[in-house]
Each structure stands twice: as C-alpha cells, then as structure tokens.
C-alpha cells in the first residue's frame, strides 16, 4: 500500500472549500484514519503552517497530530540536497513555499507519492513541487487522484 506526504495546501483548499468539514466530514475521518494506520502524513513544517492561521483546520490537526512526521538527520540531508538542486523551489523573502523542500525531501526519503495542490511550473526559474517530484521520479499527484488511488466513497448522511 502507498504511502503519502501531503502538502500544506491539500489540507487548507479542501478545508475551506469542497471538503469542507461540515460538508464532507466523512474526508476527515478518512484523513485522520489514514493518519492511524501510517498511510497519510504530513512533515513538521506543513503542521508550522498550518498553525500560522488560529483556525479550525488547526484545531483539527492537533487533534490528529499522529499525522505529523518529524524531522530526522536522514531528512534533513535530503533537504539540502533538494534544496542545493532547487533553490528556486522557496522564496524565503516573502516565506512562501517553506514546507516545499521538506514534503518533497519526506517522500524521496520514504519513496512515498506527494499530496499536493501545486501544478507545475514548467521552468527551472520558478519551479514547484510536480517539477522536482518529475525530475527526482517521485509520484506527484493532487488530492482528487489520491482518493481515487484510496478509493475514498462518501456516505449519504
């Protein structure tokens, strides 16, 4: 069975908009279960995001926080590197994109397939997550093809 990194934003779009919580809670059980059974995560710096906002998805994460991943030396040498080929990848004067090198550097460590929102950028000046993932060959899909790949049904309430 895969495993998935998520990325900040296939937790805040759906939150906020399709899947939202009281529309569609099925999804966060889903989420929180999939969290359980070590098939769904998310790296320290996507919770750090997440947690920039007082919200409710906040309130949530902490209360699933088994999702959360930590940092390990292997992890963090990934990052470099991620980092050393795609400096591109953050933009550190506005704090854009911090979480980017570290979902991608979880997954290439744990051969696992992003979660993300991002689409490509299609040049090395402004690259984003599905370009590094494309030229590291890592499974890079959004948060429709995961449930698709999960069989994820919704139940009529």
Same mark, same amino acid.
């Given at each position: 069975? $895969? !495993?998935?990194?998520?990325?900040? #934003?296939?937790?805040?779009? *759906?939150? #906020?908009? +399709? ?7 099925? +999804?966060? %059980?889903?989420?929180a ?6 098939i769904v995560?998310c790296?320290?710096?996507?919770e ?13 994460? /902490?209360? #699933? ?11 963090? =040498?990934?990052?470099? %590197?991620?980092?050393? !080929? +795609?400096?591109a !990848?953050?933009?550190?004067? &506005?704090?854009?994109?911090?979480a980017? *090198?570290?979902v ?5 460590q744990? &051969?696992?397939?992003?979660?993300? /929102?991002?689409? $490509?950028?299609? #040049?090395?000046? /402004?690259?984003?997550? *599905?370009?590094?993932? &494309? ?6 899909v ?5 449930? =698709?790949r999960? /069989?994820i049904?919704?139940? &009529?309430m």
């Amino acid at each position: 069975m $895969p !495993l998935y990194c998520f990325d900040t #934003n296939v937790f805040i779009e *759906p939150w #906020n908009k +399709y899947y939202r919580p009281d529309l569609v809670p099925d +999804y966060w %059980e889903y989420i929180a279960d999939l969290g359980l059974q070590n098939i769904v995560f998310c790296p320290e710096e996507v919770e750090k995001e997440i947690h920039r906002q007082k919200d409710d998805l906040s309130e949530w994460l /902490k209360v #699933n926080k088994h999702i959360v991943k930590g940092i390990t030396p292997e992890i963090q =040498r990934k990052v470099r %590197e991620v980092l050393k !080929l +795609y400096p591109a !990848l953050i933009n550190v004067g &506005k704090g854009r994109s911090m979480a980017d *090198p570290w979902v991608i550097a979880h997954a290439w460590q744990e &051969k696992c397939v992003v979660v993300t /929102k991002e689409t $490509p950028a299609g #040049n090395d000046a /402004k690259c984003r997550i *599905p370009d590094v993932c &494309k030229h590291l060959r890592i499974d890079c899909v959004d948060d429709f093809e995961f449930v =698709r790949r999960e /069989k994820i049904k919704f139940q &009529k309430m």
